[in-house]
């Protein structure tokens, strides 16, 4: 079955520590994005790619970074800069313009 | 800048009956809305869109929303609601390119029996 796939589904990060949050989709979509939610927040854009070899920041990219080397994978790491991490991130994507977004289950990242 | 506002943080509501969600939003341009579901630890889920075409859509699961222009909502609604339904609803908009979402808040359903 098609879908998009995030592991793990909990992880734990020590302070100063970077960790990296793994999405993988194989419904051949173009444009992938990462968001973090937060308790009666919604969901907040991090970043997008609309395309391999290139991405842009979305509205909190501040202590965040990226990558697409493929289509079917954008991994998101959470740095160091990242003062506050602990949240529920989740990875979706979308065939093209107009379409909707598919997303994963997400990741719970925590603080030790 | 396009925003979404969901005026009720939770709904509380008794099984078999209808509820309302309400989802206004703000946008100077032609708008795409869609309406998602997300149930305890998981991802979201597509429940409805709207891209053009009839204002009123239609999800297979008794979920209904109506498009209004002139008023920018985009109320989700069902008649008679299961204990299934109990989960976290939430509004999204966007005015199209590649698809940047702008998500309102969010709405809990509690279905109670």
């Known amino acids: 079955d098609g879908g998009i796939t995030q592991s793990p589904k909990y992880l734990f990060r020590k302070e100063g520590q970077n960790v990296t949050l793994s999405c993988e989709q194989n419904?051949?979509?173009?444009?992938m994005y990462w968001y973090r939610q937060d308790p009666g927040q919604g969901l907040r854009l991090i970043y997008y790619?609309?395309?391999?070899?290139?991405?842009q920041k979305g509205d909190i990219a501040e202590g965040y970074s990226v990558s697409r080397e493929k289509k079917e994978s954008f991994p998101l790491t959470v740095t160091s800069a990242q003062k506050n991490p602990t949240a529920f991130y989740l990875c979706?994507?979308?065939?093209?313009?107009?379409?909707?977004?598919?997303f994963g289950d997400g990741t719970r990242l925590s603080i030790l | 800048a396009q925003s979404v506002t969901q005026l009720d943080s939770q709904v509380p509501v008794f099984e078999e009956a209808p509820v309302e969600l309400r989802c206004n939003y703000s946008?100077?341009?032609?708008?795409?809305l869609f309406w998602y579901v997300q149930y305890p630890n998981q991802g979201l889920q597509l429940l409805l869109k709207?891209?053009?075409?009839?204002?009123l859509v239609e999800s297979i699961n008794g979920f209904e929303a109506e498009f209004n222009k002139s008023q920018t909502s985009f109320h989700l609604r069902k008649p008679s609601v299961h204990i299934s339904d109990t989960a976290e609803y939430f509004c999204a908009v966007t005015s199209g390119g590649y698809n940047k979402l702008i998500f309102g808040a969010g709405t809990r359903l509690a279905v109670h029996p």
């Open positions: 946008s100077s341009v032609s708008v795409y």
């Open positions: 979706a994507s979308s065939p093209g313009p107009g379409e909707p977004q598919h």
């Open positions: 709207y891209l053009s075409g009839s204002t």
């Open positions: 790619s609309q395309i391999v070899n290139d991405f």
């Open positions: 419904l051949n979509h173009d444009a």
